[in-house]
């Protein structure tokens, strides 16, 4: 009676053999595809620039018209250098950083605070590709920026 238990086993082994392979395909296509295509291959030297982040200053004062807000106002960032950028609220207002168009990085996704930078916090936001994004404050929209990242020239 060996003959048909081997046999049951062999059906059985070949049963999970397909489930395995199946299971691998679907993993393949519907999780590990879609990630390596979202997320692009970026450089190290970009993902860990050699400053730890380039500072924004929201200033005292910001929320009133006329005052300066973002400073430095229209920065140049570099690829490689100083790509990390943090927004500092050191006004005594919530403020936003909203894209004036929806923006998005290749890598970092979607550009923007979620919800307002309470008065001490702080908003970052890593660049991985040459970009120039104009932004303002959603509550107060006379506060305008813009931030231009270029390629590293070395
Ligand atoms: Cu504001």
């Known amino acids: ?8 086993a062999y059906g059985i082994g070949l049963i999970a053999l397909i489930v395995g392979m199946s299971a691998t395909v679907v993993f393949y ?16 030297h970009i993902l860990h620039p050699e400053e730890e982040f380039f500072l924004i200053d929201i200033v005292p004062g910001a929320v009133i018209e ?3 807000n973002y400073v430095p ?11 990390n950028v943090r927004w500092i609220n ?7 950083v909203t894209p004036d168009h929806r923006h998005a990085d290749a890598y970092s996704g979607d550009f923007g605070s979620s919800g307002v930078i309470m008065p001490g916090e702080e908003y970052e936001f ?3 590709e040459p970009q120039v994004v104009s932004y303002h404050c959603q509550p107060h929209p006379w ?5 231009t990242v270029g390629k590293s020239r070395f």
Not at 1 to 8: F, K, L, Q, V
């Open 1 to 8: 009676m060996s003959a048909p238990a081997s046999s049951h």
């Open 29 to 44: 296509t519907s999780f590990y595809l879609p990630e390596s295509l979202a997320r692009p291959s970026v450089s190290d």
């Open 66 to 68: 006329g005052n300066e």
């Open 73 to 83: 106002n229209k920065p140049e960032v570099l690829l490689t250098i100083n790509n």
């Open 90 to 96: 050191n006004d005594d207002t919530a403020h936003t």
């Open 126 to 128: 890593l660049f991985t």
């Open 143 to 147: 506060m305008t920026g813009e931030i």
